[in-house]
């Protein structure tokens, strides 16, 4: 009984202590006087380990981790988290948290201690099967080990991979569950997104990431499915090389999954979902990566554009969204759709084939295949939508998207007449969607691929209009150029 006595009171006066951390002249006193050491030996007492490392937590910083080094008390640390405790292993991994945040030292020296605690207990040095027991806990638990990993993955696991893969642990798992969480814990969430960001870009560790991905945008609630589906587009998206990633791309299109969830996704109203079609079917990686072939965009865009997917519907309504980012995810995955080249399905052919070299009057004057990404995108709204757009949007990535997609209708006959007949139905008729294709040709905030797209689309416009008085290219040289809004940077 006195011993129980002593170790409630010694628990108090750790809690005490934790509060008065929280001060920085006091945090600075105690660890003057050796908090740390003294704690840093109470971590072996089951009673005591909890607040003992909640007392860790507070007094964390550079000078605080290496005392904690010195005392030897990181080992005793790591072993905490498998301790028989839930609050006991939170704590311990917060407290890990915070002195590897303060300190890329202890960062390392905590790598270190997890690999060498894993081989000893499991004959593997993977630091992902010391976060183990906390996968299985309460939600706190599983936020205190991502956190944990978080900053792992940001230190230690840049030079030494190997000891991060996600195969033979719930580490991804757990991350997957702090990523689909409710959206009003946007730390847990950041953490969770980050790790498993970090992780994903190991090879070894891609296929395990994307498939459950995949499999969250087709249940949990819409925050989650927003959140899971911007992870993936994340992925997909290679910023060194500004185009899609071939390895992860190939991943999705391997999976079952991909088209009910993009259906699910969009159904959400996530404009990640339409980032992902963008991504899917851009065809930019056949030139850009030359080392790893990237999957058939045309094949990607069949499957993504088949009914039961309702993809295109879903697209539209996005296009009317008043967020400028599902206006372009929507826009630039219309774009990419309508750039399907492919020629018409089986059934379609027979009835049209007119010869394996027939000229391209004749190719462009057959109708599109309405079993087909363009076929399909021409008997629903789009047009229409992508043209309204274009007219009423002031944001460069929307416009760009929104000319390219127009372009690649107007090249057969049966999409340029349906562009035609919906510049002659807007509300600012004809003349005014040449003159907006004016302002982007004249203009230097788009691209020269846009300036050529617009370009062409007017062509196209002024050779169905010969009668009226015609707003010609030379027309435009000959007068000054009229004034261009200064559009906002994607």
């Not at 006595?5 to 010694?10: E, S, T, V």
């Not at 399905?345 to 027939?358: L, P, V």
């Not at 035609?420 to 003349?431: I, N, Q, S, T, Y």
Request: charged content about 15%; hydrophobic content about 45%.
């Amino acid at each position: 009984m006195e011993v129980a006595a002593y170790r409630n009171g010694c628990t108090y006066k750790i809690w005490q202590l934790q509060g008065l951390a929280k001060d920085r002249a006091c945090r600075e006193y105690l660890l003057r006087e050796g908090a740390v050491g003294i704690a840093a030996q109470l971590l072996s007492d089951q009673q005591l380990g909890e607040n003992s490392a909640g007392l860790l937590r507070c007094l964390a910083s550079p000078e605080g981790s290496q005392k904690l080094i010195e005392a030897g008390g990181l080992d005793r640390l790591v072993k905490l988290l498998s301790a028989d405790s839930a609050k006991t292993r939170e704590a311990a991994a917060l407290a890990l948290y915070h002195m590897s945040a303060a300190s890329p030292t202890f960062c390392n020296e905590v790598f270190t201690s997890m690999c060498k605690a894993m081989l000893e207990k499991r004959g593997d040095a993977l630091v992902l099967a010391a976060l183990e027991p906390l996968y299985h806990g309460e939600a706190e638990e599983g936020a205190a080990a991502a956190y944990l990993l978080n900053v792992l993955t940001a230190g230690p696991a840049q030079q030494w991979s190997d000891y991060f893969i996600c195969a033979g642990t719930n580490a991804v798992v757990c991350l997957m569950q702090q990523l689909t969480m409710d959206s009003s814990r946007i730390a847990e969430v950041y953490a969770a997104t980050c790790a498993l960001t970090c992780l994903a870009a190991l090879p070894v560790n891609q296929p395990t990431i994307v498939q459950e991905l995949l499999s969250a945008l087709q249940r949990g609630n819409e925050s989650g499915k927003q959140q899971a589906g911007l992870l993936l587009w994340q992925l997909l998206n290679a910023a060194a090389t500004a185009s899609t990633n071939p390895a992860v791309a190939a991943q999705c299109v391997a999976s079952d999954n991909l088209v009910p969830g993009i259906s699910w996704t969009l159904h959400a109203q996530s404009w990640a979902a339409a980032g992902i079609v963008q991504a899917l079917t851009y065809d930019g990686h056949r030139v850009t990566n030359s080392v790893t072939k990237g999957p058939d965009s045309d094949a990607i865009r069949l499957r993504i554009v088949a009914p039961e997917a309702n993809v295109i519907p879903q697209l539209i309504i996005l296009l009317g969204s008043q967020d400028m980012h599902a206006q372009a995810a929507a826009a630039h995955a219309l774009a990419n759709l309508t750039a399907y080249r492919s020629g018409s399905c089986e059934a379609c052919s027979k009835a049209q084939r007119i010869g394996n070299f027939a000229p391209f009057t004749q190719q462009r004057g057959q109708a599109a295949c309405p079993h087909q990404p363009q076929g399909r995108v021409l008997t629903s709204t789009a047009p229409c939508e992508v043209l309204r757009l274009l007219m009423a949007s002031s944001d460069s990535s929307v416009v760009s998207a929104c000319v390219a997609a127009i372009s690649n209708l107007c090249a057969t006959e049966e999409g340029q007449n349906r562009v035609l007949d919906e510049a002659k139905r807007a509300p600012v008729g004809m003349e005014g969607v040449k003159m907006r294709l004016l302002q982007l040709v004249s203009g230097k905030v788009l691209s020269v691929r846009c300036q050529d797209a617009a370009r062409n689309v007017l062509v196209r416009l002024e050779s169905h209009n010969r009668k009226a008085p015609p707003i010609s290219l030379m027309t435009l040289l000959l007068q000054p150029p009229s004034p261009v809004p200064a559009f906002p940077e994607p």
